[in-house]
C-alpha cells in the first residue's frame, strides 16, 4: 500500500484517539494531565510530519513505505516530543515527565499503535490498505 496524506492522517487520528486515551489513563494516575498532553503533541506535531514523510516516499522509486522507516520516524518523533515538553517544562513547569516515565509510555502507544495498523485495520478494514491507508471518505 502507499498511503495518501489524507490516509495517514486518518490512520493516526483513529489509532491515537482510540488506544492512545486507553494505554495513556495508568500514566494520568501519576501525572495528571501531562501524559495526555503529549498525547495530543503526538498526534498534533505528526499532522506535521506526516507531510513530510509524504515528501520523502514520493522520492522513493517504489513509493513505498518499509516497516523500519516507520521505526526510526517513531524515534524521531518521540525525541522531538520529548525535548519539546522538555522545553516547555522548563519554562511553564507542566510538562514534568522523567524520562524513564516517557520512554515507557511513549513506547507502549507507539508499539501498539504501530501493531495495530500491521494487523489490526487490515482486518477490521479490509480495503483500507487498497484505499491509501483511508478508513473514511
Same mark, same amino acid.
Given at each position: 500500500?502507499?498511503?495518501?496524506?489524507?490516509?495517514?492522517?486518518?490512520?493516526?487520528?483513529?489509532?491515537?484517539?482510540?488506544?492512545?486515551?486507553?494505554?495513556?489513563?495508568?500514566?494520568?494516575?501519576?501525572?495528571?494531565?501531562?501524559?495526555?498532553?503529549?498525547?495530543?503533541?503526538?498526534?498534533?506535531?505528526?499532522?506535521?510530519? &506526516?507531510?513530510?514523510?509524504?515528501?520523502?516516499?514520493?522520492?522513493?522509486? &517504489?513509493? &513505498?513505505?518499509?516497516?523500519?522507516?516507520?521505526?526510526?520516524?517513531?524515534?524521531?518523533?518521540?525525541?522531538?516530543?520529548?525535548?519539546?515538553?522538555?522545553?516547555?517544562?522548563?519554562?511553564?513547569?507542566?510538562?514534568?515527565?522523567?524520562?524513564?516515565?516517557?520512554?515507557?509510555?511513549?513506547?507502549?502507544?507507539?508499539?501498539?499503535?504501530?501493531?495495530?495498523?500491521?494487523?489490526?485495520?487490515?482486518?477490521?478494514?479490509?480495503?483500507?490498505?487498497?484505499?491509501?491507508?483511508?478508513?473514511?471518505?
Amino acid at each position: 500500500m502507499t498511503p495518501t496524506l489524507f490516509g495517514r492522517w486518518q490512520t493516526r487520528t483513529l489509532l491515537l484517539l482510540t488506544f492512545g486515551p486507553f494505554l495513556t489513563l495508568p500514566f494520568v494516575l501519576f501525572f495528571r494531565l501531562t501524559p495526555l498532553l503529549i498525547l495530543g503533541m503526538v498526534l498534533c506535531f505528526g499532522y506535521c510530519w &506526516d507531510i513530510l514523510y509524504q515528501v520523502i516516499q514520493s522520492g522513493r522509486w &517504489d513509493r &513505498d513505505w518499509p516497516p523500519a522507516y516507520q521505526l526510526l520516524a517513531g524515534i524521531w518523533e518521540g525525541a522531538f516530543v520529548f525535548l519539546v515538553s522538555a522545553l516547555l517544562g522548563r519554562v511553564f513547569g507542566v510538562f514534568a515527565v522523567p524520562f524513564p516515565v516517557f520512554l515507557i509510555h511513549y513506547g507502549l502507544v507507539w508499539i501498539v499503535t504501530f501493531l495495530m495498523s500491521q494487523s489490526l485495520m487490515r482486518i477490521v478494514f479490509p480495503n483500507w490498505r487498497y484505499r491509501g491507508g483511508q478508513w473514511l471518505f
